[in-house]
């Protein structure tokens, strides 16, 4: 059973640039959300994706965008990239079990270095 | 403003003893509660979770308690291992609110043989 992947793995880009990273979720999983840690600090919530839509979003500019596919995977994009946007992007997977409140996986994260 | 806080950015033990890493948080409406464990060039793996209606939840090895009117949580871990060297993260969600967890910084735990 394959757990959380993300692609890719490292990435170097210049100021002003876009990017887009990408994560398929747990088998069995709907719903994926995405994080930020900057080094040294803890992971910091960017946005979450059920079906297909966007359904809660962290305090990150519109610069920070998202889509979810129908087979649950998704992508991060982030436009007009600057140094401060240089990060782990974790990818969490989870189900949106009805009275449940279900435990989020963990991909391993792409490391982006904006230059 | 941090909402999930923890105060020490790494603690050292001895392999065998006990480690307690400590989480605080400002938030009353939080009210399920999750550590993580990470290694390095890793994503965050589930530890162990705890909700308001508790104040003590045990697995193995680890033990997590629960004071909400000290907005406070403990991760204890009992004995210490090598392997347990890690960065530790404590995070917190209001239930009603989806599964937006909101994280500590971490505490880096070094397990000593």
């Known amino acids: 059973d394959a757990g959380v992947t993300q692609s890719p793995t490292h990435l170097i880009k210049t100021r002003g640039q876009q990017v887009t990273l990408r994560c398929s979720p747990k088998s069995g999983h709907d719903t994926v959300s995405w994080y930020q840690q900057a080094l040294g600090q803890g992971p910091q919530f960017i946005f979450q994706?059920?079906?297909?839509?966007?359904?809660q979003r962290g305090n990150f500019p519109d610069r920070f965008s998202g889509h979810q596919f129908p087979n649950y995977s998704s992508e991060l994009n982030v436009n007009a990239l600057l140094l401060g946007d240089s990060a782990l992007y974790l990818c969490a997977s989870s189900s949106q079990g009805r009275g449940s409140l279900e435990t989020q996986y963990f991909g391993p994260g792409t490391r982006l270095l904006v230059l | 403003d941090q909402q999930v806080k923890q105060n020490s950015p790494s603690l050292s033990v001895q392999e065998g003893r006990i480690s307690i890493l400590n989480c605080d948080y400002t938030n009353s409406m939080f009210d399920y509660f999750l550590w993580y464990k990470k290694y390095p060039a890793e994503g965050p793996t589930f530890l162990i979770s705890i909700s308001s209606i508790k104040d003590k939840n045990e697995d193995g090895r680890f033990t997590v308690f629960l004071n909400k009117s000290a907005k406070h949580l403990s991760l204890h871990i009992v004995p210490s291992q090598p392997g347990d060297s890690a960065v530790y993260f404590c995070?917190?969600?209001?239930?009603?609110?989806?599964?937006?967890?909101?994280f500590g910084p971490g505490t880096r735990l070094s397990v000593l043989p």
């Open positions: 994706y059920y079906e297909e839509e966007e359904r």
């Open positions: 995070a917190a969600s209001e239930y009603n609110y989806g599964q937006n967890f909101v």
